[in-house]
């Protein structure tokens, strides 16, 4: 069984070997001031009525904690394929829907971008509903992109054989966005495993320096941090909201 479930990313979703990469689209939205709270209803109102079932588009939820844009939300629509996303309409009722019941609580959003899930670079073997809080990080590569997804694809066989949890999903932007736009995003069962990351890393790195020899770790990880643009890494954390979600899909 292959799962995908947003969590997230922290994106996000859970893997087990896709035999194509999985697409999906953000888009942020920041409530009018002292909306908030209705905009969750709304929003978990036009969810439960237009997005939980097998037919129906597959939206995702989760609230930004900390970062630029803290306090919005963040909406993830999951292909999986991009022929998936060949039936939308701004015409539907759905659309409709958004546009009279929840758009008026919006003050701004950012435009919508897919991203298309870097296989190769991910390590995700959690299961749906297993965690809740996300951590994103928001990569622009301005150098040698070798650089960069040397180490991402390298760290996977260190998690890999170190026997670390990490649940890991690397997306490359592929429309409505910078082309050098790489999202990063790790998730959590909750606040304190987040909080205890850097020792699983501590491990990873070890393991990476005995797999690629001594000092390698710190090596790739400053020529990756050379390979991006000037401020060119930027963090949030998320918290998934399942009641303004689809439900957790599987694939076959």
């Excluded at 950012?110 to 996300?134: I, Q």
């Excluded at 990490?166 to 790489?182: D, E, Y």
Aim: charged share 25%; net charge neutral; no cysteine.
């Amino acid at each position: 069984m292959k799962y995908i479930y947003f969590i997230l990313i922290t994106l996000f979703i859970s893997f087990e070997g896709l035999s194509q990469s999985s697409v999906v689209w953000l888009s942020y939205h920041k409530p009018m001031k002292g909306k908030g709270s209705e905009l969750f209803d709304a929003i978990k109102d036009k969810t439960q009525k237009y997005n939980q079932g097998q037919n129906d588009s597959k939206l995702y939820t989760f609230s930004v904690m900390a970062g630029s844009r803290q306090g919005e939300f963040l909406r993830v629509g999951m292909g999986p394929s991009w022929k998936d996303f060949d039936n939308w309409s701004p015409d539907s009722k759905e659309m409709d829907y958004w546009r009279n019941n929840v758009a008026p609580l919006i003050e701004s959003s950012s435009g919508r971008e897919y991203f298309e899930r870097v296989d190769d670079a991910s390590y995700d073997m959690s299961k749906p509903g297993e965690n809740s809080v996300g951590l994103m990080i928001h990569y622009n590569i301005g150098g040698n992109p070798n650089h960069f997804w040397k180490v991402r694809r390298n760290a996977v066989k260190a998690i890999k054989e170190s026997g670390e949890s990490v649940t890991l999903n690397v997306w490359r932007s592929a429309g409505g966005g910078p082309q050098n736009h790489i999202i990063v995003a790790f998730s959590y069962k909750n606040m304190e495993e987040y909080g205890n990351a850097q020792k699983v890393w501590d491990k990873v790195g070890a393991k990476y320096d005995e797999i690629y020899g001594a000092g390698s770790w710190n090596t790739d990880w400053g020529l990756l941090r050379g390979s991006l643009e000037m401020w060119g890494a930027q963090t949030e954390i998320t918290r998934f909201l399942p009641e303004l979600s689809s439900p957790p899909m599987a694939l076959q």
